[in-house]
Structures are given as structure tokens and as C-alpha cells.
């Protein structure tokens, strides 16, 4: 059966008359993914009109990612956000296409002198559209990229004052000639993240390989190969390197990291799309007015809002590098998927500042012994 496009439409269009939820809110109260959503949408209205009858506008663009991305420039600073089940994070920047290795695309954004980071695998990149939503006094603009389940990866909001102009150039260059509204997306069951550890693993090789290696990405691969998720890996290495904590001493690390001042590498995902953001935790606070009550962080630049419930178990990990360990508090859901990360903001040539280590070892004694 295919996509009730009108049907969308004035659902969209009645919701956001009674209030305005969140498009991904909505598009799960509908039974539809949000990348189904803007699919219904492409097409809607007078193009770069949208207004309250139409209040949500999409056009849908061409699947040549990387040419996209190296125009990003010109639309100056961009806010790229990315969400999983715990939270979104959201940091504002110029960015422009870093470097890229296979199907592996780097994102990064400049903010002065931080430099922050989107890793994903292009072969996910299923769909993309520019949107345009009719708010009360503005209208926001974006760009949305799906994976082929419909689950945003990433989205670069224009501010306010941003270019309009420039904006509408570049959504007419990479418009997809095809613009149809609807069509279902190839929808997949949502692959799940924990394994079980197989017996086949060597767990004293497994630490060896830990121990030895110098670089976080080849040791990912490693683990990778022999089958192991994130969180199965962080199981064999030993305490010694990695021990299970509680995952609610976060918003007591995130507090004691903003008192003294800390720059913090902040990192959250969903599926092979992972952003890390480089800022101080300026602001720590608890918002209860949501359904799940929301642990609000925010720095220049940077707004990261978690919902804890999601956040099943935590873990302090130790990574070795070539100037020193390196240490960092993950984040998992029940199902082992890894949902965040937050470390010190390193040097290049440099292992975990004292102040983060001393902070550590304040917070949770001698577990990192």
C-alpha cells in the first residue's frame, strides 16, 4: 500500500494548528518514520511559501552527498544536530567535508579555534531533502538526510539571519529532478546493536590487541572483525581497562566539568552516523517539564538535551594512545547499543588532563585502579 500523501499533509497541517510537537513525535504518533514524513511533503504548496496551511514544505534532493557537502561553505555557520533515543545534540559551526576513506565521509565544523565532527558511512545516506517549516514569526530551513528506515541521520539548520538566498541556490542546484510527493521508503526491521559474546573470542588476545593499540579507529575495526559490539568489546578487555559504573553519576560529572571549567568532547549518534562536539559544559540542568525529564547541557555553540530513562548502563573506559590513556564515560541502552560519550577535550600530544582524571578518581574512587 502506498504512502495517503494528502492524508499526511492535513494531519500535519491539523497538528501543528493545535500545537507543535516535534516532526519526529508526530511522525511516530502516525505510525510513519520521519523520512516518511518529509516524502509526503515534497511537492506541498507554492515552493519556499509554506504557511499555515501548508506548514511544512520539502524538496527532495539528489543522492550525490559529497558534492552537496562541499557547497556547504557558502551557506556560512550551519547548526548540525544529530539524535538518537536518549537525546539530540546540536552545535553550530561552518563546516565543510573532511576527509574521506572508503564509504567513511568526515564532517567537520569550525568554531574558532574547536573543531568539531560528524563520522558516517555514505552508503547509509538513503534520502535528502531541504525543508522549510512555517513557524509564527519565521520560517526554519534545513537539510535532512535519511537512512533507508526512514531515521534521520543529521540535519544542518540555517539561522535565522543566514543567507536566504545563498540557501535557495544551492537547494535549486541539487534538487532531484524527480519530485514527486510519497512513496514508501525501503523499510528494514531495525538491526540490533547487542550480540553475544561467542566463545571463539580470545579474551587475553582481545586485551593484548587493547592494550597495544594506539589508535581508537583501528581498534573499533578490530572488534568489528571478530564480531563484537561496542559493548561486548568493553566486556572481555577486563577492569583494568573498562568497569561498569552508574550510569546517573552523568549528570554529576557533566556538573562537576562546568564548575571547573573543562572542555569536554561530547559525542552522540544514531545508527553509523556519530557527532562529536568540542565545548565547555557552560550550563547543567534538570528539565522536568517533559513526559521523561531531560538533562539539559549547553556551551558555546552547543546544545545537548538527554533524556536519562533510555540510558541503561555506563561505563568508564580507558583507551591507550600514544601519548597516555585516554578516558571516557559511555553510554549504553538495554539493547547494548552505544547511545553517548563524554571525555576531555585532549591535546594532540597529550593523554587525559589532569583536572579530568583528578575529577574521575573524585567521582568514582577506586574503580579506575
Known amino acids: 500500500m502506498g504512502l495517503n500523501v494528502l492524508g499526511v499533509r492535513a494531519c500535519v497541517a491539523g497538528a501543528v494548528a493545535r500545537r507543535r510537537p516535534p516532526l519526529h513525535e508526530l511522525a511516530a504518533e502516525m505510525g510513519l518514520s520521519e523520512g516518511e514524513l518529509m516524502a509526503a511533503h515534497v511537492g506541498a504548496g507554492p515552493r519556499h511559501r509554506p504557511s499555515a496551511g501548508v506548514p511544512l514544505q520539502a524538496v527532495r534532493l539528489r543522492p550525490r552527498w559529497l558534492g552537496l557537502l562541499a557547497r556547504l561553505e557558502s551557506l556560512g555557520e550551519l547548526t548540525l544536530s544529530t539524535r538518537n533515543e536518549a537525546g539530540e545534540l546540536s552545535v553550530t559551526a561552518c563546516w565543510q567535508p573532511g576527509d574521506l576513506e572508503g564509504a567513511d565521509l568526515e564532517l567537520l565544523g569550525f568554531d574558532g579555534p574547536l573543531r568539531h565532527r560528524l ?102 575495526e578490530a572488534g568489528v572483525d571478530l564480531g563484537l559490539s561496542a559493548e561486548a568489546a568493553l566486556q572481555l578487555v577486563g577492569a583494568r581497562y573498562a568497569q561498569p559504573v552508574d550510569s546517573e553519576a552523568l549528570s554529576e560529572v557533566l556538573a562537576d566539568a562546568a564548575l571547573q571549567g573543562l572542555s569536554l568532547d561530547v559525542s552522540t549518534g544514531c545508527g553509523s552516523a556519530w557527532l562529536t562536539v568540542r565545548s565547555e559544559a557552560a550550563g547543567v540542568r534538570l528539565d522536568g517539564s517533559c513526559r521523561c525529564p531531560r538533562l539539559h547541557v549547553s556551551g558555546p555553540g552547543m546544545d545537548w538535551r538527554l533524556c536519562e530513562s533510555p540510558l541503561h548502563r555506563a561505563w568508564l573506559v580507558r583507551r591507550p594512545s600514544t601519548y597516555g590513556l585516554r578516558t571516557s564515560l559511555e553510554l549504553f541502552a538495554a539493547s547494548g547499543q552505544r547511545l553517548a560519550r563524554v571525555a576531555a577535550r585532549h591535546e594532540t600530544l597529550r593523554g587525559d588532563p589532569c583536572a579530568w582524571r583528578l575529577l574521575l578518581e573524585q567521582r568514582f574512587g577506586s574503580t579506575l585502579h
Open 119 to 220: 563520522h558516517c558511512t555514505t552508503r547509509s545516506w538513503h534520502q535528502g531533502y531541504a525543508t522549510e517549516e512555517a513557524h509564527a514569526c519565521r520560517v526554519v530551513r534545513r537539510l535532512q538526510f535519511f537512512d533507508d528506515r526512514g531515521e534521520r541521520l543529521c540535519s544542518l539548520t540555517l539561522p535565522g539571519d543566514g543567507d536566504v538566498t545563498a540557501w535557495l541556490a544551492l537547494v535549486a542546484r541539487w534538487a532531484d529532478p524527480d519530485q514527486r510527493p510519497g512513496g514508501l521508503l525501503s523499510v528494514r526491521p531495525a538491526s540490533v546493536a547487542t550480540r553475544v559474546v561467542s566463545p571463539v573470542v580470545d579474551a587475553l588476545a582481545w586485551r593484548r590487541t587493547w592494550a597495544s593499540s594506539r589508535h581508537e579507529q583501528a581498534l573499533h
